[in-house]
């Protein structure tokens, strides 16, 4: 059930906007934190954020701070605000709601009529991925969304975990279809040009249809505006940005990373860091978004995108330098 009102939204996400700002603690041990993350050479940039005011900001290396950087996957975290805006503005019914009829396209007489949008948020679409190494059979096929659902199924919907940038972009052409916008004009008048940042335009398909899911710029300090729009229950500077109750609904688990073990949501990964709830979007090379509400913290760390950042290299060391970034704050 997705809640309605402020103080229940706030109770479940721990909300921290909603309390007295706290004192920024900027500590020995913070500052062991960030030079550490000032040695890790594919590191870009770290911000944290706590009750809006800036902790740390550093560029070590890379464009710096205020201009573009290839965020990619983390692009995933946004196309899922956005679903999330249209379902309340009405352009889609729900989560529940079919993609093959919101795609306009015939039944497939098999179990992907019985895909939904929720599927595609959650990676749960039982289809094939179009990720890692079947990345460049996809983007050189005609028709990226066709290559996705003409697909033979692997498995039900809503069961499992597929990381699959495919599925992201068949909801990034729902949307499209459903608000008569394309996906790129979608994001600047719902998200970017609400919180004044700039979103300039980003790969597309054969049909000109934008990349869902991949590929998107924006400046180390646009992302931690969106950052602190979420962790501020999805409002900025009063205006309600993203409705509170579909950040809640967003950060509920409905799947698991068989990579890192954590939770999966709504194009939101969910652990803990220093014994707090988090969530965060996640990009190749160690491209990450991460909100920590009961703590107040807006994370973001942007790396070399041409290099593969896993979990038991580069990004692992990202995970644990945010966890012992979030324990100073505690």
Known sequence: MILTTTRRTALLLGVAALAAPAALRASPALDAVIAEAEGLNQLHSFQILRDGVVVQAIAPRGPGLDRLANIKSVSKTLVALLTGIA??????????????????????????????????????????????????????????????????PTGRPGTGFTYSTGGWHVLGAVLARATGQSLHALARSRLADPLDIALPRWDRDPQGRYLGGNQMALTPRGLARIGEMVRNGGRHDGRQIVPEAWIVTSWEPRARSPWSGDGYGYGWFLTRMGGARAAYGRGYGGQVLAVVPDRGLTMVITSDPTRPARTAGHFGDLMRLMRAAVETQG
């Open 87 to 152: 379902i309340a503005e009405g352009a889609i019914p729900g989560p529940d709601a079919r993609v093959l009829p919101l795609l306009g396209r015939p039944a497939a007489g098999d179990v992907r009529d019985d895909l939904t949008v929720g599927d595609l948020l959650s990676m749960r679409t039982g289809l094939p991925s179009t990720s890692g190494p079947r990345y460049g059979a996809w983007v050189q096929s005609g028709d990226w969304v066709s290559y996705v659902l003409d697909a033979d």
